[in-house]
């Protein structure tokens, strides 16, 4: 069942304040932070963290120690110390900062003298080319202009999320082909019975096929295997990725740190599926991550969503959710620069990039049932030879 629930309205991008102290004569970095109203057990977390008895040393008299507020509840109202910076004349000595767990630790701040400038070879993140066209908006655009229906073109995008990144840049040769049928004697929407798509010199065709022992319909290649996996690899659609799996640059808390999964950049409200079946393990508020949404699969794997504006209905500990489901909507809570879902996939409580960690096929006929396919196959395939330009969408650059 998909909640009909409407998302809610999301807070600005979290709100913080820099508050600049000289340490006088006589104070301890304890009582710095203790006159800053930070409670005693905090103060004695943030010491311990730059080494108990050295922090004196580390924070002594004349340094300047900068002290940044969050309000990483979503409240508005409560601002938590994020950040710690103790500077000398010249350099940072040292740094102490708040992780998504609600710890304070020392960390090793990054070198840089101004903001980061994206230069050199593209990497594996730079998503567009210079014309700023991704597949995902060339192929849409392409559709429209092929006067396609618009229930066939998400049909198109949903069939291939799992093996075709949309989100990349468009490259000579992309194409794709498309074989709906859109008979006017037919009550219904059109079906999409064929289509394939070809990015970066590989080549996906999936064939519509109704299951006889159940009589769900899905989509299934050439030799009878389905195109949905175990978990979908991008739980929102149509957004953009902003940030990947890896070290990266934390913009609030200021130093390098491992980004544990990967970002996704939407409007406020923009519905979260849940990536597979499973159970909900939590939906709830989680110091740093804001709303977060957490989903135990099987075989030790668990689905996290990160800064939601909001849960779905009826979204709490122990509900089933199947793929697809609605859990909740996209937002910018918890310790977040604007509004984007951090998504993170667990397998066995390890962290692992989920735009490339292998997943399985749900299904894989055999015996009858893949005989009775391949019949179905080869009776779309003749169609299609058979078919008019009118009624067939021809395979065409996605970049033109």
Known sequence: LISKSQPPTDKQPTQMDERLVVVRHGETLQDVLRANSIGKQQAAEIVAALGGRKADSVASEG?????????????????????????????????????DEGHYVQV?????????????????????????????DSLY???????????????????????????????????????????????????????????????????????????LVDYYDENGRSTRKFLIRQPIAAARITSG????????????????????????????????????????????????????????????YNHLSGFARGMTEGVRVRQGQVIGYLGSSGLSTGPHLHYEVMVNSHFVDPMRVKLARTREMDGKMLAEFRRERDRIDSIRAKAPNATRVAARSASN
């Open 108 to 136: 090793e701040r990054a070198v840089q003298t101004a903001a980061p400038a994206r230069k050199g070879k593209r990497g594996d993140d730079d998503d567009e080319d210079e014309s700023g066209m991704r597949l995902y």
């Open 245 to 304: 799996f890896g070290v990266r640059y934390h913009p609030i808390l200021g130093y390098s740190k491992m980004h544990t999964g990967v970002d996704f950049a939407a409007p406020i409200g923009t519905p979260i599926f849940a990536s597979g079946n499973g159970t909900v393990l939590t939906a709830g508020w989680h110091s740093g991550y804001g709303r977060r949404v957490e989903i135990q699969h099987a075989n030790g794997y668990v689905t996290a």
């Open 63 to 99: 340094r300047r120690i900068k002290l940044l507020f969050a309000d990483l509840d979503g409240s508005g109202k409560n601002m938590t110390l994020a950040r710690v910076t103790v500077h000398s004349d010249d350099r940072i000595e040292a740094t102490v900062a708040i992780t």
């Open 141 to 215: 655009q392409t559709a429209l202009k092929q006067e396609m229906p618009k229930q066939i073109i998400s049909d198109l995008i949903r069939v291939f999320a799992n093996d075709v990144d949309f989100q990349r840049a468009v490259q000579p040769g992309d194409s794709f082909e498309v074989f709906y049928d859109d008979s006017e004697e037919r009550d219904d929407r059109e079906k999409l019975l064929y289509a394939s798509v070809t990015a970066r010199d590989e080549t996906f065709k999936y064939y519509r096929f109704r299951t006889p022992d159940d009589g």
